[in-house]
């Protein structure tokens, strides 16, 4: 259980200090403080529990107002790159069989995230590497919501990718590492 709440542990500090901190995720601070992430250690070592899992977890948003957005930090099983995308994949289409297109999307992050077409030493990669492989359940109408209230969303993405490679691969790689220290506290 150690291994799970430290990974929990590690996540947050990541979602303090390198999603917020960078402001990699701009309308993260907003349910950071608002206590409304969710941050759920998950094996992978079966995808079926870990499938099973995340379908709980949909299940809670819908029962559950006061959580925005769920973090599935996957413990173990996800550690290669490419097994974690099959999961991925397999966890996208499970959401549309039981109907919850439209209601959640999933965000992905691994330690290893390479976007495909990019090279793998482009710090452009550091907007969805992460301490572990998780999938990030996210509310299509919270989503939406935040998406309204800022100028040019559309633009997000580049302002992150001139943010990341102004910084560049080593300070990146030590912001995450530091991260990964992290085992409790704030």
Known sequence: MT??????????????????GLDICPFAR???ERDSIRYVPVSAASPEQALLALIDECQRL???????????????????????????????ALLDDQGYEGVYQLASFHPDYCFDGVAEDDPANYTNRSPHPMLH???????????????HPERIPERNVETLRRLGNRA???????????????
């Open 172 to 186: 990146l790689a030590e912001r995450l590492l530091a991260c990964c220290r992290s085992t409790g506290g704030r």
């Open 30 to 32: 907003r349910e950071l």
């Open 62 to 92: 819908d029962s559950d107002a006061s959580i925005e957005t769920t973090l599935v930090v996957l413990t173990d099983g996800a550690e290669v790159f490419d097994d974690y995308l099959d999961l991925l994949g397999l966890a996208e």
């Open 3 to 20: 291994d799970a709440v430290d990974s929990l542990h590690r996540t947050r500090a990541w979602v303090e200090n390198f999603v917020v």
């Open 137 to 151: 359940l996210l509310r299509e109408a919270g989503v939406e919501q935040a998406l309204s209230r800022f100028a």
